[in-house]
């Protein structure tokens, strides 16, 4: 099975259109960076399945998420990713750790595939 991210994304904005051919590991942490209005977030919400692309296609680890050509989409709930949104998303009445523990709750026991403390070591947020 191919561990990889592949996204081919056409998505016009008022002011630019964002053409994007991006290949990443399908596996651990990957990051987006670039100047304001660059469409970094624009990007992200189309590989989360927020947003849709004019023109897109994208493969996650051999499995087809969206492909705009054959009309199929996956919905955003059914994607496993994660995506960290640039404004203040958190509970304001809840630590950091507390935000997280608040996800992981939902998450189903039998899918977890590392602990709460693992997940803030490797974040370096523990």
Avoid at 85 to 99: I, K, M, T
Avoid at 110 to 124: H, M, N, Y
């Amino acid at each position: 099975m191919s561990t990889s991210i592949v996204a081919r994304l056409k998505l016009a904005r008022d002011d630019f259109t964002l053409d994007v051919d991006l290949h990443l590991p399908g596996r651990g942490i990957s990051a987006l960076f670039g100047h304001s209005g660059s469409g970094k977030t624009s990007c992200l919400r189309c590989l989360a399945g927020l947003e849709r692309a004019g023109s897109a296609y994208i493969e996650v680890n051999g499995e087809i998420w969206e492909d705009s050509a054959r009309g199929f989409f996956l919905a955003p709930h059914l994607r496993p990713v994660g995506y960290v949104f640039q404004e203040a998303s958190l509970f304001p009445h809840l630590s950091v750790r507390g935000n997280l523990e608040f996800g992981w709750r939902r998450v189903a026991a039998a899918q977890r595939k590392v602990s709460l403390d693992q997940a803030c070591q490797l974040l370096g947020i523990g």
